[in-house]
């Protein structure tokens, strides 16, 4: 995996946040902005999905972003793309080295499936997600939450057609960023999940920070 | 073509279509209900959406499919789930081995680069119809539209990771090779028979499948697909509580 490092002075940011673990986030990210998420104690999930800032139906698809770059895991280069075939962001630097975007957001019903009936009532990200839009996106709704990135998650996928929740390949203080091509809105679970290893069995806080063109 | 058995699996025929390379499909397959495609000539590519037809908020969910059962494509044994953890369809046969729910669909901008333009006016009914538009136009007749597209399952393709995560496209399916669905809820099935956009064929010719529809038993306890994980077996205890 290789790794790129960004020359942006955080001191310079226009924009910057800590969202605590288990949080919702949602923001207006201006083309030719960028956006750097920074995954400040190791090894956290953080779900997010973009949209076009005007026409939200134009949103951040996995399955195009994966099938045009040929690849399953994102990096430096990725260009995500939209379900109308735009290109929403690029991926300018990276120090993980790869991101999922097939193993979707933890949500209230797929914890009892993956983990125990009981599990209903753990927090997790769609609810996260749910709340964000309801109060800040509206009128979007659970129509509008496709497939999602997971930043700093590890989802091997194997020839043999297998995939696997592994331990993160993330650290302290690693990060990615991202250049937009267009006016997007950047929604974001800091995931809460428990029940496996995507945040080390200990969600934690994520640093977002913006930089103007 | 096979012959359709004589098990249990098979009963009273519900619909028998032929749909031919380009064409569009949508019905509310009951609650167990087989639906079986056959790939007739072999190459054919079929993308699918899938919701919950009382309530259509509820729709196929690629991630949760995937990870409940750690596989990154669908076969006999797997389950589709949707977002809100319930079964909508198990896959009871499987001829075929592999079929894709992870590089999406073709839409008419990447039709055109891929094939050219195959115009109405030029070609009347044997215009090129691009996987998205016939998504929209089948998703319009339920009064779902854009918001509703999700990643879709494509039967009969295989598309192949490997370990670095590059992607391959493997010829797949075969002259008569069939893959067969039980039910488990009324599920609105949205149908498209168009080509995947990694098929590296540059000729739009996309070929026929039949869609066979018959009714059928309910999942027994011993079920193959609700037994092969503890997940789809939970799976399963959501959905009948649902209908409970």
């Known amino acids: 995996m290789a790794l790129k490092e960004s ?34 104690e190791g090894n956290q999930a953080v779900d997010t999905l973009f949209y076009d800032r005007l026409e939200r ?25 939209s379900t109308e075939g735009d290109v929403l962001l690029t991926i300018v630097a990276d120090t993980c080295g790869r991101h999922d975007t097939l193993g979707g957001a933890c949500a209230a019903e797929s914890n009892q499936v993956r983990y125990a009936i009981e599990k209903k009532f753990m ?22 939450i496709p497939a999602n990135i997971n930043f700093f998650m590890n989802v091997p996928l194997t020839p043999e057609g297998g995939l696997m929740f592994d331990d993160g390949v993330s650290a302290p203080g690693r990060y990615v960023e ?31 920070l913006v930089w103007d063109a | ?16 279509e032929t749909l031919g390379g380009g064409r569009m499909w949508s019905r509310i397959v009951r609650r167990n209900e087989r639906l079986r495609l056959t790939d007739i000539e072999g190459g054919a590519a079929v993308a699918a959406l899938f919701f919950n037809a009382k309530d259509p908020l509820e729709r196929y969910n690629m991630p949760d499919t995937l990870k409940a059962q750690h596989v990154a494509r669908l076969t006999a044994g797997n389950v589709l789930f949707s977002d809100m953890g319930r079964v909508l369809f198990s896959v009871v046969r499987d001829e075929v081995g592999w079929h894709d729910t992870i590089t999406g669909h073709l839409t008419a901008a990447s039709s055109v680069k891929k ?8 070609l009347r009914n044997e215009f090129f119809r691009n996987t998205r538009d016939n998504f929209l136009i089948e998703l ?3 009064g779902l539209g854009k918001r509703d597209l999700h990643a879709n399952v494509n039967f009969f ?23 067969e669905l039980r039910a488990e809820m009324d599920v609105l099935t949205v149908l498209s028979v168009t080509p995947h956009p990694l098929d590296p064929a540059t000729r739009y010719a996309p070929k026929s499948v039949t869609v066979v529809v018959r009714s059928g038993a309910a999942a027994p306890g011993d079920d193959p697909c609700r037994c092969s994980c503890p997940e789809n077996q939970r799976g399963f205890t959501l959905t009948e509580a649902y209908f409970a």
């Open chain 1, 7 to 40: 020359r942006l002075d955080p001191a310079r940011a226009s924009f910057d946040r800590v969202v605590e673990s288990g949080c919702g986030f949602s923001h207006d990210v201006l083309r030719g902005q960028t956006l750097r998420i920074v995954d400040l």
């Open chain 1, 57 to 81: 139906t134009n949103r951040y698809s996995a399955v195009d972003t994966i099938r045009e770059q040929g690849n399953v895991y994102l990096t430096t280069g990725t260009r995500l793309f």
């Open chain 1, 123 to 144: 927090h997790n990200c769609r609810d996260t997600f749910l709340l964000e839009i309801a109060e800040h996106l509206a009128p979007m709704t659970k129509r509008d």
């Open chain 1, 178 to 208: 991202l250049l937009a091509e267009r006016d997007v809105t950047v929604l974001i679970s800091n995931c809460p999940q428990l029940n496996n290893p995507c945040n080390a069995y200990n969600p934690t806080p994520v640093r977002i």
């Open chain 2, 1 to 16: 073509m096979p012959t359709e058995g004589t098990n249990e699996a098979d009963g009273r025929l519900v619909v028998s």
């Open chain 2, 115 to 122: 094939f050219g333009v195959g115009s109405y006016q030029a």
């Open chain 2, 140 to 142: 319009g007749k339920h």
């Open chain 2, 157 to 179: 393709v295989k598309v192949v990771a490997q370990l670095d995560g590059a992607l391959s496209f493997v010829p797949n399916g075969g002259a008569g090779k069939a893959i």
